[in-house]
Nanobody
Framework: QVQLVESGGGLVQPGGSLRLSCAASTINPSNYVMGWYRQAPGKQRELVATIFSTGITNYADSVKGRFTISRDNAKNTSLQMNSLQPEDTAVYYC?????????WGQGTQVTVSS
């Protein structure tokens, strides 16, 4: 059973920072394109950032320059989020996309509010 477990969400004030982590079990993240998506209330799930096994990264325009995706080790993928704004409020999901399978985590809530 593949598991992606997110952690690090919470409540933060505008301008603050959070670091999300995704721990993978039973799969080797280096064999997958790892990504972070988010879904705000009433909106569709959207791509935030991806990282390929080569280290190449892609970001949504709305988070460029503020968020950084990285592979911490063989099992963990992180999303460093700086200068958070209320519009970043959403449930954030970890994603692993392979040639044959795609896996999702259960999501972690990020709320940006004063």
């Amino acid at each position: 059973q593949v598991q992606l477990v997110e952690s690090g969400g919470g409540l933060v004030q505008p301008g603050g920072s959070l670091r999300l982590s995704c721990a993978a079990s039973t799969i080797n993240p280096s064999n997958y394109v790892m990504g972070w998506y988010r879904q705000a209330p009433g909106k569709q799930r959207e791509l935030v950032a991806t990282i390929f096994s080569t280290g190449i990264t892609n970001y949504a325009d709305s988070v460029k320059g503020r968020f950084t995706i990285s592979r911490d080790n063989a099992k963990n993928t992180s999303l460093q989020m700086n200068s958070l704004q209320p519009e970043d409020t959403a449930v954030y999901y970890c994603n692993a996309r392979g040639i044959f399978n795609t896996y999702w985590g259960q999501g972690t809530q990020v709320t940006v509010s004063s």
